[in-house]
């Protein structure tokens, strides 16, 4: 078995990093009591300006997907995929060793942010005592303000509220459409690994 090189154990790391930010400021913003530790949180509906109505602190829940997409076939499901989504893009990444910096890059913020909304799916139904388990509501906050939107049937003043973890996915996203030509089937990703993990030919000198 590869030893896993720096740079592997680095976006692993910037991940980790990621995921641990996301949840410090959704907890911030739910409050908590844990520990003998009590956080007073904001109130679901709550607003705070940070600039203007341009940028500002809501509070709000979904039990959809990221920027509140609802998922019809129900809140289990979407939390097993979830967890199996999590699970390959953590095992893709590490197989990415060896290729773009730029594709690796894109694939773990996507990671960071499946595992940040996934912890809150999961884990916070039971945490808060509000559900349980798998059955938790993901908390976002940041609300930025757009040009009203009305077409046909939809009507914007805002853009979706979203959290720190949405943001990962979105950027990850982007930036993996900005360098998809540099993107590896996956038939090159594990012949490269199979490749790699061959033993050297022995060669035997005649006598």
Known sequence: MSKINKNTIFLFLSAAFLILLDQATKLLVK??????????????????SVIGDF?????????????????????????????????GLAYYLYKLEGFSIWVRIGVMLIFAGAFGNLIDRVFYGIFFNESPLFYGRVVDFIQV??????????HYT????FNVA???VSVGVVLLLI??????????????QIESDKPPENTVDNI
Not at 34 to 48: D, K, P, Q, V, Y
Not at 145 to 153: A, L, M, S, V
Not at 181 to 187: G, Q
């Open 55 to 87: 940028l500002q602190i809501t509070y709000v829940e979904n039990s959809g997907m990221a920027l509140g997409i609802t998922f019809g076939a129900g809140k289990i499901f979407l939390s097993i995929f979830s967890i199996i989504a999590s699970i």
């Open 158 to 161: 805002h853009f979706p509220v």
């Open 31 to 48: 409050g908590f009591v844990f520990g003998g530790i009590t956080l007073n949180g904001m109130r679901i509906g709550e607003s705070i």
């Open 179 to 192: 360098v998809h030509k540099k993107i590896p089937t996956f038939n090159d990703v594990f012949k490269k």
């Open 166 to 168: 949405d943001s990962c």
């Open 145 to 154: 303000d757009i040009p009203d939107i009305n077409f046909w049937n939809i």
